[in-house]
């Protein structure tokens, strides 16, 4: 059973950073598409970053140059750097694997991590 473990959240002024990170266990991180996704109150769940099984990136293009995504096979971790952030960038964030033809998540939610951007 795979689980997911998402941490690095909290309150940050706009023009801040955070990094979040994504614990997983029960599978291989570097063996999959892998992604971050987010949630805002009243708004759908969107795909913001992926890294491909060889690394490859992309972003949505509301985060392009300023979120990176990139895996710790060691530590068999998901990181999601977040810089220049907006009060847009407001939501829930989760982490998991990818299906690269479709977009939608494979495994079942971790709890996310909240990040809130305010002065």
């Known amino acids: 059973q795979v689980q997911l473990v998402e941490s690095g959240g909290g309150l940050v002024q706009p023009g801040g950073s955070l990094r979040l990170s994504c614990a997983v266990s029960?599978?291989?991180?570097?063996?999959?598409?892998m992604g971050w996704w987010r949630q805002a109150p009243t708004k759908e769940r969107e795909l913001v970053a992926r890294i491909s099984d060889k690394g490859v990136t992309a972003y949505a293009d509301s985060v392009r140059d300023r979120f990176t995504i990139s895996r710790d096979t060691a530590r068999n971790t998901v990181t999601l750097q977040m810089n220049n952030l907006k009060s847009e960038d407001t939501a829930v964030y989760s982490c998991?694997?990818?299906?690269?033809?479709?977009?939608?998540?494979?495994?079942?939610w971790g709890q996310g991590t909240q990040v809130t951007v305010s002065s």
């Open positions: 029960g599978s291989i991180v570097s063996t999959y598409y």
């Open positions: 998991n694997r990818v299906n690269p033809y479709s977009n939608d998540a494979i495994w079942p």
